[in-house]
Nanobody, 122 residues
Framework: QVQLLEGGGRLVQAGASLRVTCTASGRSINNYYIAWFRQAPGKEREFVAAISRGGESAIYPASTKDRFTIDRDNAKNTVYLDMNSLKPEDAAVYYC???????????????WGQGTQVTVSS
């Protein structure tokens, strides 16, 4: 079973860039599609980005498509989320998840990390 550990979340100013990471252990990340989700206080969990097992395909919602980039380094068992032009509404706990499909549906991902907090000041 794969374990996921997010890192890199911190306080940044609006307009800044930030990279958060998702590092896997216990099993090779090659076997999984990986997604990022986020959840702000009082809000539902929201899809942020997802990437195919080999990294050749990625999907994004309209809210992040032009500002966020997901990438992966299977040799390092790590997935990255690069976030640019951050807005206060991007503030949330960011979670990575592993599953067997490339999807925006959180129910299709059955391995989750504990999350990393991203705070954006205005």
């Amino acid at each position: 079973q794969v374990q996921l550990l997010e890192g890199g979340g911190r306080l940044v100013q609006a307009g800044a860039s930030l990279r958060v990471t998702c590092t896997a252990s216990g099993r090779s990340i090659n076997n999984y599609y990986i997604a990022w989700f986020r959840q702000a206080p009082g809000k539902e969990r929201e899809f942020v980005a997802a990437i195919s097992r080999g990294g050749e395909s990625a999907i994004y919602p309209a809210s992040t498509k032009d500002r966020f980039t997901i990438d992966r380094d299977n040799a390092k068992n790590t997935v990255y989320l690069d976030m640019n032009s951050l807005k206060p509404e991007d503030a949330a706990v960011y979670y990575c998840a592993a599953g067997a499909y490339l999807s925006q549906d959180s129910h299709l991902y059955n391995h989750w990390g504990q999350g990393t907090q991203v705070t954006v000041s205005s």
